[in-house]
């Protein structure tokens, strides 16, 4: 039973580029949550997709967007990069409306 | 109010010691308060978790113990070994909704 998966796992962009990271959840799980962990600091939540659609967003800009594909993967869209969004980006899957969640590797993203 | 506040922020236990780490949260409308362990590098790894309506959940050497009134909860490590040496996150959630973590714990074991 394969657990969440993420791809890739480093990345290094400039700023002003575009980059999309994916995720597919544990098998099971039709929830897809992403979150943003800057170096020595817990996750925050970006947003949460379910059935293809956001059902809910943290206090991240519009910069940051995301879509869940039929199979319950999704994908992670940051345009215009910052210096700060220099971060490991972390997909969580879930079953419906249960509260466990379980986490990829991430992806660790550099923008220089 | 939707903040999750722990500490410490960094422990040095040796072998066998019982680190403890506390966490506060104000949203009484959490329902759902996992702990995470991260390795460095990798994601969060669930641990353990408890649900309000119970005051102490163990598994194995982690035990969790919970104080409603007090909107407070702790993780405790009974017989902590090197291996466990890695950072701590407690989290809040409301019935599948977002996670909110604390600020973490390093935790480092001595042998």
């Known amino acids: 039973d394969a657990g969440v998966t993420q791809s890739p796992t480093h990345l290094i962009k400039t700023r002003g580029q575009q980059v999309t990271l994916r995720c597919s959840p544990k098998?099971?799980?039709?929830?897809v949550s992403w979150y943003q962990q800057a170096l020595g600091q817990g996750p925050q939540f970006i947003f949460q997709?379910?059935?293809?659609?956001?059902?809910q967003r943290g206090n991240f800009p519009d910069r940051f967007s995301g879509h869940q594909f039929p199979n319950y993967s999704s994908e992670l869209n940051v345009n215009a990069l910052l210096l700060g969004d220099s971060a490991l980006y972390l997909c969580a899957s879930s079953r419906g409306s249960q509260e466990t969640q379980y986490f990829g590797p991430g992806t660790r993203l550099l923008v220089l | 109010q939707q903040q999750v506040k722990q500490s410490p922020q960094s422990l040095i236990v040796q072998k066998g010691g019982i680190p403890i780490i506390n966490c506060a949260y104000e949203n009484t409308a959490f329902d759902y308060f996992p702990w995470y362990q991260q390795f460095p590098g990798k994601g969060p790894a669930l641990l353990i978790a408890?649900?309000?309506?119970?005051s102490e959940k163990k598994e194995g050497r982690f035990t969790i113990s919970f104080n409603k009134s007090a909107k407070q909860f702790s993780l405790h490590i009974m017989d902590s070994q090197p291996g466990d040496s890695a950072t701590y996150f407690c989290?809040?959630?409301?019935?599948?909704?977002?996670?909110?973590f604390g600020e973490g714990t390093q935790l480092t074991v001595n042998p």
């Open positions: 408890i649900r309000p309506d119970v």
């Open positions: 989290a809040a959630e409301t019935s599948g909704s977002r996670l909110t």
């Open positions: 997709y379910y059935e293809e659609e956001e059902r």
């Open positions: 098998s099971g799980h039709d929830t």
